[in-house]
């Protein structure tokens, strides 16, 4: 079956710790996204990456890091320098660019205790 | 700066009734998305608008793009409680110069369909 895989889907993190969040994906896509969604609010963009090796800041990059040493996989570490980190995460994926749809994981709800 | 505004942000609605879901965007696209979001799920793509005047239906939704007037709407006939979800348009920015496209989203419509 291809999808995109996320992991865990709940995370629990206390106050100061650096958490890692996978995103992996068998669709073969080029791009790879990271967005974050707060209760009654739409998504907003972390980083997004359009190839292998490379990656940009979205809307809402501070206190998050990123890595896309392979095309599967898209890693998002929330780092301590986050103030809010409570949220979902939602990745998702596209063939290329503009004018093509994004497909979403399941999503990961971290929980900062 | 892209602003996506959607109304309402809450609709009751009872089954059977016909309403309609309005996205608003403040500067120049031609890329438009519309998804649905059960609670606590992901992001379920609906339909992809790509051209002024494109209409799409599936089953009881029905998505239009005005791109003069920067606008989409989501037409539900005949609600059904099935369709009770949050649904999001998201606008795309086009090239940004940086080789990626970006999606900016609209708040979201949670619609509750009523029996």
């Known amino acids: 079956d291809g999808g995109i895989t996320q992991s865990p889907k709940y995370l629990f993190r206390k106050e100061g710790q650096n958490v890692t969040l996978s995103c992996e994906q068998n669709?073969?896509?080029?791009?790879m996204y990271w967005y974050r969604q707060d209760p009654g609010q739409g998504l907003r963009l972390i980083y997004y990456?359009?190839?292998?090796?490379?990656?940009q800041k979205g809307d809402i990059a501070e206190g998050y890091s990123v890595s896309r040493e392979k095309k599967e996989s898209f890693p998002l570490t929330v780092t301590s320098a986050q103030k809010n980190p409570t949220a979902f995460y939602l990745c998702?994926?596209?063939?290329?660019?503009?004018?093509?749809?994004?497909?979403f994981g399941p999503g990961t709800r971290l929980t900062v205790l | 700066e892209l602003k996506v505004e959607q109304n309402p942000l809450f609709l009751s609605m009872q089954e059977g009734k016909n309403y309609t879901i309005y996205c608003n965007y403040s500067t120049t696209s031609d890329r438009l998305y519309w998804y649905r979001q059960d609670p606590g799920k992901s992001l379920e793509s609906l339909f992809v608008l790509l051209s002024n005047g494109a209409v799409k239906q599936e089953g009881r939704l029905m998505a239009s793009l005005d791109t003069k007037a920067r606008l989409s709407t989501l037409h539900i006939t005949a609600a059904v409680h099935d369709l009770s979800a949050t649904y999001f348009c998201?606008?795309?920015?086009?090239?940004?110069?940086?080789?990626?496209?970006?999606?900016?989203f609209g708040k979201g419509t949670k619609l509750s369909v009523i029996p």
């Open positions: 998201a606008v795309d920015m086009g090239y940004s110069g940086a080789g990626s496209y970006q999606l900016t």
């Open positions: 998702a994926s596209s063939i290329g660019a503009g004018g093509v749809t994004q497909y």
């Open positions: 990456s359009q190839i292998v090796n490379d990656f």
């Open positions: 669709l073969n896509h080029d791009a």
